[in-house]
């Protein structure tokens, strides 16, 4: 059964563009975890907002698991502690 996610992050203050290349760079790797990209805003104005909205389809609970655990992604650790401030994660079903 497929998993529908939407993810909320708030950059860093000052930190859009690295909260940006850090998510190019992690979403690279969905795909090679049964996983799909729905969609992926960023707010004209955060302020108090989410900086980007991510809409995220996994085929399995046991596929995010694996995403969440690549080694590619563990790598940029870092990078993503840096950039990136606040990360809700919200299971989601998507309406007609």
Do not use: K
């Amino acid at each position: 059964m497929s998993v529908t996610l939407c993810v909320l992050l708030w950059a860093r203050e000052g930190r859009d563009a690295d909260l940006t290349r850090y998510e190019d760079q992690v979403l690279g790797l969905v795909g090679d975890h049964d996983g799909r990209v729905l969609q992926r805003v960023q707010t004209v104005d955060p302020g108090d907002q989410p900086s980007e909205v991510q809409i995220l389809q996994f085929g399995s609970a046991a596929a995010i698991e694996e995403y969440m655990q690549d080694p590619r992604r563990a790598a940029l650790a870092g990078q993503r502690d840096a950039a990136i401030a606040r990360t809700d994660v919200l299971p989601v079903r998507l309406l007609s």
